[in-house]
Nanobody, 125 residues
Framework: QVQLMESGGGSVQAGGSLRLSCTIS????????MGWFRQAPGEEREEERE???????????IYADSVKGRFTISQDNAKNTLYLQMNSLKPEDTAVYYC???????????????WGKGTLVTISN
């Protein structure tokens, strides 16, 4: 069983930066993909979550076109923590950001098995 807990959300002005963290506890030998997804505040359905960034075996990363060049996903295995560095933030980045753990390459293509509870990011003009 794996538990995920996000932190680092908040309110910033457009052009600013935030770094999200996801603390990972527990272990599942099948987990080989970690990612960040986001969803408009108030939405509840997991299938409505938008892909943001993912990292898999050998540190391979993938980003949504909307965040390429602005966001960076990384992980510190010694600290069991996943990060999302977000720069040049825009109002359209406003969302609840979720940490996810799953299986497979790409966007954890074999499935997301675990979700965090989310952290709210609000970007104002």
């Amino acid at each position: 069983q794996v538990q995920l807990m996000e932190s680092g959300g908040g309110s910033v002005q457009a052009g600013g930066s935030l770094r999200l963290s996801c603390t990972i506890s527990g272990y599942n030998a099948d987990t080989d993909c970690m990612g960040w997804f986001r969803q408009a505040p108030g939405e509840e359905r997991e299938e409505e979550r938008e892909e943001v960034a993912a990292i898999g075996n050998f540190g391979r990363t993938i980003y949504a076109d909307s965040v390429k060049g602005r966001f960076t996903i990384s992980q510190d295995n010694a600290k069991n923590t996943l990060y999302l560095q977000m720069n040049s933030l825009k109002p359209e980045d406003t969302a609840v950001y979720y940490c996810a753990a799953g299986r497979g390459g790409g966007w954890c293509d074999y499935g997301i098995d675990y979700w965090g509870k989310g952290t709210l990011v609000t970007i104002s003009n």
